[in-house]
């Protein structure tokens, strides 16, 4: 298994969401990577949440279970990619 670097999602082509501190009503300034393809939105967890680079997708639809796995994200941004409605 590849765990998924900050970096990897950059390179695929997440956008890097900041939040302020004054916006989120949390003691810190915090940011999370999002991408959305069609109608389906990955999420990464925020990076006051992540441990060792080990950076986590969530899909917001559909209740399946976390993607840390590189490989995995990169198949299904592929999958969504190939499917998407022009």
């Not at 302020?20 to 939105?41: A, E, H, K, T």
């Not at 967890?45 to 990169?74: C, K, M, R, S, Y």
Request: hydrophobic share 35%; net charge negative; with cysteine.
């Amino acid at each position: 298994m590849k765990t998924i670097s900050e970096s990897h999602l950059r390179s695929l082509g997440f956008s890097r969401e900041d939040v302020p501190m004054v916006d989120s009503g949390y003691n810190q300034d915090f940011y999370y990577y999002s991408m959305d393809i069609n109608n389906v939105c990955l999420l990464s967890d925020a990076d006051d949440e992540v441990e060792n680079n080990q950076w986590t997708i969530h899909l917001l639809e559909g209740g399946l279970a976390p993607i840390n796995d590189l490989d995995d994200l990169v198949k299904l941004i592929h999958l969504l990619k190939k499917y998407e409605k022009k």
